[in-house]
């Protein structure tokens, strides 16, 4: 069974920096098209940066220039540099995969299996 493990999330200063792991288990990351998404407390689910079917990294427009999604196949782990955070980057993070390649890569609709979510809180 596909299993995903977030680490990396904490409490930082708007301006601080976090990264983000995602732990992949039963199946090589490599053969998976995979993404991060965020849940805010207004309880809304979006696309944070996820890997196209030609390996490039997409982003959503708020986070662009500031985070880095990125993955090691050797550990079977992918990664979310998160940089110059702001208070409205609070959220709780998932990564997900699907084995499928997604209509959009950045809808979180379109991806099968989710890992449980790391919480990041940004004050101000």
């Known amino acids: 069974q596909v299993q995903l493990v977030e680490s990396g999330g904490g409490s930082v200063q708007a301006g601080g920096s976090l990264r983000l792991s995602c732990a992949a288990s039963a199946y090589a990351i490599s053969n998976y098209y995979m993404g991060w998404f965020r849940q805010t407390p207004r309880n809304e689910r979006e696309g944070v940066a996820a890997?196209?079917?030609?390996?490039?990294?997409r982003y959503a427009d708020s986070v662009k220039g500031r985070f880095t999604i990125s993955k090691d196949n050797a550990k079977n782990t992918l990664y979310l540099q998160m940089n110059t955070l702001i208070p409205e980057d609070t959220a709780m993070y998932y990564c997900?995969?699907?084995?499928?390649?997604?209509?959009?890569?950045?809808?979180?609709?379109?991806?099968?299996?989710w890992g449980q979510g790391t919480r990041v809180t940004v004050s101000s």
């Open positions: 890997f196209d079917r030609y390996g490039r990294a």
């Open positions: 997900a995969a699907t084995p499928n390649q997604p209509l959009s890569e950045l809808l979180h609709s379109n991806y099968n299996y």
